[in-house]
């Protein structure tokens, strides 16, 4: 394996990580170590992915940077954590899960139906929204991310949003790294 495919495999693995592909919807909180190698792997590192388990992640990787967040996500995203939080609810603990696997694990979580529809979201809304929030705050504040040509194509339109509204972007990225009470 060349220098440039380790590197994307690192690259993707880190976004699918730190988007919460395959894992909680709240494990954004490792987004902004996109870029970083990440030095507890090198203890135990994972089993490399097959060429299959790649091509997967490949495609959720480009399926959460295109898909599309509603004008008014931040805003309803945050309220949307607050409710969660203040009825004790948690999306699963992270795991390496396709896009799929993650809506579905999410959608099995008990009481989570009603608060998400309370807000306008699906769990299929749920995770892809997440999903490509994270995505895009990691990518577009980290200039390594975006030099390496290994990050995919954001949707224009989301990055417009969170750069006009890095006040939002913040609150809602800090309300999901709070723990639930």
């Known amino acids: ?37 990440t030095q507890s792997q090198a203890a135990t590192p994972p089993a490399q992915p097959s060429a299959a388990e790649m091509a997967a992640m490949r495609r959720d990787v480009e399926t959460a940077a295109r898909y599309p967040l509603p004008k008014d996500f931040i805003p309803r995203m945050y309220a949307t954590v607050q409710s969660l939080r203040a009825n004790g609810l948690q999306p699963p603990p992270p795991d390496r899960l396709s896009l799929d696997a993650t809506i579905a694990r999410v959608s099995a979580v008990p009481g989570i139906q009603p608060v998400l529809s309370a807000h306008g979201f699906t769990p299929r809304d749920f995770v892809l929204g997440l999903t490509a929030f994270g995505m895009t705050v990691a990518i577009t504040s980290n200039q390594e991310a975006q030099a390496s040509g290994q990050a995919p194509k954001l ?22 790294n709070s723990q639930p009470q």
């Open 1 to 37: 394996m060349n220098k440039r495919t380790r590197a994307g495999l690192r690259l993707t693995g880190s976004l699918l990580v730190a988007v919460g592909v395959g894992s909680g919807a709240f494990a954004l909180r490792a987004a902004p170590a996109l870029a970083q190698d």
């Open 155 to 176: 949707n224009p339109a989301n990055v417009a949003m969170i750069r006009a509204n890095p006040e939002g972007t913040q609150a809602l990225m800090q309300e999901m």
